[in-house]
């Protein structure tokens, strides 16, 4: 089985200061890993995401992710936030097991990203 | 091209009123998914389709149906509605052996 979790329900940062937000998963076999974006009352926007290579992935507006296999974390990073980065994050894995996952994703329960002016 | 459609964007029904999501999507992909997001829960998957005329329980399928006739279409419906089932759904198709997945923009569902 697949899991994701984001610890932190809320993050605040001021503008100009850099962001993280935590993702941690479990799956039995190679992960590919997502995040994804959601402002008010809008869809999903897909930031970027880790399939193999680098282990820092370069996504939309900035952000970027650091894919760390031993401690099986993919944090959302931005060197410097924008009050217009405020929104909802969603960290995703999907199983790589030899096909049988069908594609099916598993979320964490999402955090709050609150920018300050 | 308009990549993964749902109708309808928003609804308010009565418990016990039934519905029918749709979820159209014309990038030819052959599976598709229905997810519904509440507040501290995520996207949990509901039921999937790996192709025309197959469909699977997700994590959450109770009160919920769904078809695939054709390729390009995914319904889910509710028979019986209930408050409980109140919830933002979200729709996905993804190509086999791709992996990144596109998502509808969602439909907003209020059960009174």
């Known amino acids: 089985a697949q899991s994701v979790a984001q610890p932190e329900d809320q993050v605040n940062v001021a503008e100009g200061n850099p962001l993280t937000v935590k993702c941690t998963y479990s799956v039995s076999g190679n992960p590919y890993l997502f995040w994804y974006v959601q402002y008010p009352n809008r869809g999903l926007q897909f930031l970027l995401k880790y399939i193999t290579g680098d282990n820092l992935v370069k996504g939309s507006y900035g952000f970027e992710a650091e894919f760390n296999k031993s401690q099986t974390s993919f944090h959302l990073k931005k060197p410097s936030a924008l009050v217009s980065d405020s929104a909802l994050y969603f960290c995703?894995?999907?199983?790589?097991?030899?096909?049988?996952?069908?594609?099916?994703?598993?979320f964490g329960q999402g955090t709050i990203l609150t920018v300050h002016p | 091209n308009a990549g993964v459609t749902q109708t309808p964007k928003f609804r308010v029904l009565k418990t016990g009123q039934s519905m029918t999501l749709l979820c159209a999507q014309d990038?030819?992909?052959?599976?598709m998914y229905w997810y519904r997001q509440d507040p501290g829960m995520g996207l949990r998957l509901i039921h999937y389709s790996v192709g025309e005329g197959t469909t699977a329980k997700g994590e959450v399928p109770d009160g919920y149906n769904v078809s695939r006739l054709k390729k390009q279409n995914f319904l889910l419906g509710l028979e019986s509605a209930a408050p409980s089932q109140t919830s933002v759904y979200f729709c996905a198709s993804i190509r086999v052996g791709a992996r990144e997945a596109f998502f509808g923009q969602g439909t907003r569902l209020t059960v009174v």
């Open positions: 995703a894995v999907r199983d790589d097991a030899g096909g049988t996952s069908y594609g099916k994703l598993t």
């Open positions: 990038m030819n992909h052959e599976y």
